[in-house]
Each structure stands twice: as C-alpha cells, then as structure tokens.
C-alpha cells in the first residue's frame, strides 16, 4: 500500500481563506486584527520566519507591527517592549521570536504577555489548561493545534485511537499530548528515557514525531495503516542539492510512504498549519475585543 499525502499546504490554504473573511468582517466592524512581533538578534532563521509571518498577515488582511531590537539588547529593554505592546489597544497578538540571546531569560519574556494576546499559546496558564479536564486557555499553542487541525480536516478518527507521540517539549510534544487526550485519544508520550520506542510506535494508530533527529522513525516502527505526523524540520547534506542541504523530517519518509495509511511531508506538512494557527489565533483576540 502507498500512503495517502496529508497536504498541509492545501488545508493551511483553505483556514487562511476563512481566517481572510473572518478578518474582513472585523474591519468592517471598525477592527483591523494586529499582530506585533518582537525580534531579537540577527538569527537568519529567526529573520526569515518573521518575515513569512509578517507576508502571511498581510495577505489576510491583518495588520504587522515589527518590533526589532539589536543582539546587544538587554533583557529590561525586550521587557519594556513587551508591555508596551500588552498595552496598545491596535495590537491583538503578540509574537516574540524564539530563540532569544543567551543574556535573555525567556521564561521572563514569555510570561510578560499579557494572556489576551498570547497568540503563540505558550504562557503557563495557557499550557496548563490544557491538562485540566473541561477547561480552556485564552489560545491554543499554534503548531499542536496544527496537528489536530490536520488530523480532523483529514478524516482521521482520533477518539478510542492509541496515539504516541514522540517528544515532550513544551511547545510541541506536551501540548500535542495532552490535546489528544482531550479528544478521547489514548496517549503514550516517549522520550530519550523510553525502553523499547519502536515497539511502542508499532502500536500507534496516530504518531506524532516531534523530537528533531532526522529520519529517527524507520519503516518497520510504523503500524500499517497508522497516521503519521511529522513535526521535524532538519537540515541534511545532500550534494545533489544546489544548496548541497536538504530538509527532512524525523520520519524516514520514503520507507514510512509504504507502511503509514497517510502521511505528512516535509517540508509541506504541518510547517504551513502553524503560521495559519498563528493568524487565527489572532483574529479570535480581535473578535474578542469587538465583542
């Protein structure tokens, strides 16, 4: 059997649509939806990802206010800027750019947002709700809420099914986990500690790689049938390539295309679902201070 492709180019297509007329109908409203970003550094990743976000807004209709400080700033300097942000009433989320300079304590930063314009979902408050049963944070964490975007859009049931996610960072892993789980998923999460982790993945029914090591899961880990969601971005050698680099995923694509009943690429899969998280997380703030 050959896997069907989850396309996430084609259904971050379709919600940016929806994200476009919900943002048309708030500035007729006399609401233009805002998002600030705060950049800090000059990390060419970090540039680049900014600018993606800041043309995605554009083309739905959502205003970008670009904050950049210089790699020498201090952390009361990125700190000022943040709650100046907080306060100004034309900005509805708030973005600041990972990773910070290594004189910066993010955890401050982060947590320095005021929960209202949390739109990246990474406060503690906002990750914390997630583990309490019937409740809900102000946004959810943009790429996890990809995932089960992509999941849901492409039909695959994720109630009673056995799901392991591989990975326990705070910003993919967990969220990813405890977001199963709410959706009745029985969840085994697995980490550098985990005996056995191809075993455990051979019994997945949906698995979400999200650890950062390339072509980690082979072929023969995945059940046949199962969903498989890559969340790795990881750039390999390849002469072939102009560049002589390659991105790949934390699945051996190629082998798992043979095994997995569908599957995302790389890129192309749930890279695109995160910036169009992002935009709907915040035109959702701009709703909420309409109404």
């Known amino acids: 059997m050959t896997a069907s492709i989850i396309d996430g180019k084609a259904i971050a297509a379709d919600i940016r649509g929806e994200i476009a007329r919900r943002a048309a109908q708030l500035r007729d409203a006399g609401v233009t939806p805002g998002l600030a970003t705060v950049l800090v550094g000059d990390n060419p990743a970090s540039h680049k990802y900014v600018s993606m976000k800041r043309k995605a807004c554009a083309e739905a209709g959502i205003e970008s206010f670009h904050n950049e400080l210089p790699d020498s700033a201090t952390q009361e300097e990125v700190l000022a800027l943040v709650e100046r942000l907080g306060k100004d009433p034309k900005v509805h989320g708030i973005l600041v750019q990972l990773p910070l300079p290594k004189q910066i304590d993010e955890e401050t930063i982060l947590n320095a947002v005021p929960l209202s314009k949390d739109v990246d979902g990474f406060h503690p408050l906002n990750i914390g709700a997630l583990a309490m049963k019937g409740r809900e944070g102000e946004f959810i964490p943009c790429t996890p809420h990809g995932v ?29 986990a405890l977001l199963l789980i709410e959706r009745n998923a029985t969840v085994t999460v697995c980490h550098s500690r985990t005996r056995d ?35 790795g971005t990881n750039m390999i050698d390849d002469a072939s390539r102009k560049s002589g680099k390659r991105l790949v995923g934390d699945v051996d694509y190629e082998a798992a295309l043979e095994v997995a009943g569908a599957i995302t690429p790389v890129p192309g899969g749930v890279g695109p679902m995160t910036i169009a998280m992002l935009l709907q997380n915040t035109v959702r703030s701009a709703e909420r201070t309409a109404e």
Do not use: Q, Y
């Open 148 to 176: 089960i975007e992509l999941l849901s859009r492409s039909g695959t049931r994720i109630e009673g099914a056995n799901a392991v996610v591989l990975g326990r960072s705070n910003i993919v892993g967990m969220p990813v």
């Open 197 to 231: 982790v191809a075993e455990v993945c051979r019994g997945a029914d949906i698995l979400v790689a999200a650890i950062g090591r390339p072509r980690f899961v082979h072929g023969d880990w995945i059940k046949p049938g199962a969903t498989v969601i890559d969340v």
